[in-house]
């Protein structure tokens, strides 16, 4: 199991869960579960990304809890979720839809918000009847369906084979991070952020990124390199809106906006200058105001809330 390491002072220090949970997924792996808010809110299923961990959506849990009902989950592998010997898109999906239906009462929907690999679980589970019951609107930040190791722009060459192959070399190395030191915060800070930000939020970031385990790290930077979630976005019909940092060399807008192209009900993109990869940290302000603007627009109500029971496979605790 992955470290849980964060800061734990300051503004990007995650609040105390109203209560924590393992999730059982279809192949029995384990999934760690917080929850942030009351439980009659309407509800919010936040899904974080590559080398993240429910931490990263520290701005959201804290800001949103105190009107929403705010799910946040580890990846497996990631965070407090062992790892699991299954690294794929359809695990992915298996995830994202065990937390969904053991987390939400029979018939309610909620807006789902997915960075960066959170996002491509939403594209990998869009077809399936859990995400379909559950899924009132998806928020996607920081992400892409294809060809994230082509585009991506980490890599400071032109574009072609040899960028690609020294780009998949290096997301996919399993040499150990180490220690937060000036030069991995730098490092960090050109990779994933905008050039304005300062010390706090890319320490607070760097050890995140930094606790996820290099085996972790090298299985699913595999999974992103071979990608292929087209299909998934034609059949996300839900009301679907994408953010996108200007200056993100990881998935850069290019992404973005072939996403927006291609979904059936796009509510558009927000293009945000001067921003990186890690949008929820960098925007915490805009990617709130989104959020509970999909839910008061597409959350209707919040059926079997009241006196609703845990369903069995959760484990509280755990």
Known sequence: MSRLTHVTTGPYAPPVPARELTVVSADGARLHVEVHGPENAPAVVLAHGWTCSTAFWAAQTRELAAGHRVIAYDQRGHGRSPASPVCTTQALADDLEAVLAHTLAPGEQAVIVGHSMGGMSVMAASARPGFREHAAAVLLCSTGSSRLVAEARVIPMRAGAARTRLTARVLASRAPLGPVTPVARSILKYAT?????????????????????????????????????????????????????????????????????????????????????????????????????????????????????????????S
């Open 193 to 317: 952020m905008g050039p304005r930000f300062g010390p706090q939020m890319v320490e607070a970031c760097a050890r995140i990124v930094h606790a996820c385990p290099r085996a972790v790290r090298h299985a699913w930077a595999l999974v992103l390199a071979g990608l292929d979630l087209d299909a998934g976005v034609r059949e996300l019909r839900v009301p679907t809106a994408v953010i996108s940092g200007a200056s993100d060399r990881l998935t850069p807008p290019m992404h973005a906006r072939a996403l927006v192209a291609a979904l059936p009900h796009s509510l558009g993109l927000t293009e945000l200058p001067g921003l990186g990869h890690m949008t929820p940290v960098e925007a915490p302000e805009l990617v709130n105001g989104k959020i509970r603007e999909l839910v008061t627009t597409y959350v209707t109500d919040v059926p079997g809330r009241a006196g609703a029971e845990a369903p069995e496979r959760i484990k509280e605790g």
